[in-house]
């Protein structure tokens, strides 16, 4: 995820879009669709860090612990 509420899940990783939905519900703080919803935007292609998680706050990553993965792609829109 990244600040603006987009969402990937790599395809790789899960089974099937409704196993991606998921993944990203379970990592949310709120109710869908009480308080926002989170529409599929189709699949893209991303680049992922094999060496660093998502939240870790450290070095870049380089060519070499990166890959570019076909993702499914969600936005979050919360209500504010």
């Given at each position: 995820m990244n600040e603006d509420g987009d969402w990937w899940v790599p395809v790789e990783d899960v089974?099937?879009?409704i196993e991606a939905r998921k993944?990203?519900?379970s990592c949310l703080?709120?109710?869908i669709p009480d308080e926002g919803t989170l529409?599929?935007?189709g699949k893209v292609t991303t680049l992922?860090?094999?060496k660093h998680t998502a939240d870790e706050?450290?070095?870049c990553c380089t060519n070499e612990c990166s890959r570019y993965v076909l993702a499914y792609h969600f936005i979050e829109n919360r209500k504010w």
């Amino acid at each position: 995820m990244n600040e603006d509420g987009d969402w990937w899940v790599p395809v790789e990783d899960v089974k099937s879009l409704i196993e991606a939905r998921k993944m990203v519900l379970s990592c949310l703080n709120y109710s869908i669709p009480d308080e926002g919803t989170l529409p599929y935007k189709g699949k893209v292609t991303t680049l992922v860090c094999d060496k660093h998680t998502a939240d870790e706050i450290g070095p870049c990553c380089t060519n070499e612990c990166s890959r570019y993965v076909l993702a499914y792609h969600f936005i979050e829109n919360r209500k504010w």
